[in-house]
């Protein structure tokens, strides 16, 4: 006797899993655009937003997620560049304006984004205390590699 096995359909636990890998791709993609927020997520997945919040039940909410991916973004751009002004580092990270930057850098790091430069600049001398190559003058210009 042949058994044909029959496709089960996908759990609702399966379909959330499936929905939330898929915002977690679309966040990644869209975070750096101020404009972006859970709504036009959730109308990119064809959900409502109440939906969209239950794929993510037990899990970091879409929200959630997006404020961190937006710091870790702010964050690599101070990393790259200490001396980025504020608000180019605001629209770059894909926040709406520089208080809400603060807001979160206060909540995730403990610190504004003054005293983050501040301790990126600290780190980078004790890394680095004896090479002169890379590092910067204080009028904030470009040293040139010797």
Same mark, same amino acid.
């Given at each position: 006797?042949?058994?044909?096995?029959?496709?089960r359909a996908p759990?609702?636990?399966?379909l959330a899993r499936?929905?939330?890998?898929?915002?977690?791709?679309?966040?990644?993609?869209?975070?750096?655009?101020?404009?972006?927020?859970?709504? %036009?997520? /959730?109308? @990119? #997945?064809?959900?409502? *937003? $109440?939906?969209?919040?239950?794929?993510?039940?037990?899990?970091?909410?879409? &929200?959630?997620?997006?404020?961190?991916?937006?710091?870790?973004?702010?964050?690599?751009?101070?990393?790259?560049?200490?001396?980025?002004?504020?608000?180019?580092?605001?629209?770059?990270?894909?926040?709406?304006?520089?208080?809400?930057?603060?807001?979160?850098?206060?909540?995730?790091?403990? %610190?504004? /984004?003054? @005293? #983050?430069?501040?301790? *990126? $600049?600290?780190?980078?001398?004790?890394?680095?205390?004896?090479?002169?190559? &890379?590092?910067?003058?204080?009028?904030?210009?470009?040293?040139?590699?010797?």
């Amino acid at each position: 006797m042949n058994s044909l096995t029959v496709p089960r359909a996908p759990s609702r636990h399966d379909l959330a899993r499936q929905r939330r890998e898929q915002a977690v791709t679309i966040i990644q993609q869209r975070a750096h655009d101020p404009s972006f927020g859970v709504a %036009m997520l /959730a109308d @990119e #997945l064809h959900l409502s *937003i $109440r939906q969209l919040y239950r794929c993510f039940a037990g899990h970091v909410s879409p &929200t959630e997620l997006l404020v961190r991916t937006r710091i870790a973004s702010a964050v690599a751009l101070m990393l790259v560049d200490p001396e980025i002004p504020v608000a180019d580092l605001t629209v770059s990270a894909g926040f709406s304006d520089p208080s809400t930057l603060r807001c979160h850098l206060l909540r995730y790091t403990g %610190m504004g /984004a003054r @005293e #983050l430069r501040r301790a *990126i $600049r600290a780190h980078e001398t004790r890394a680095r205390p004896n090479d002169t190559t &890379t590092s910067r003058p204080s009028d904030g210009s470009i040293a040139s590699l010797r």
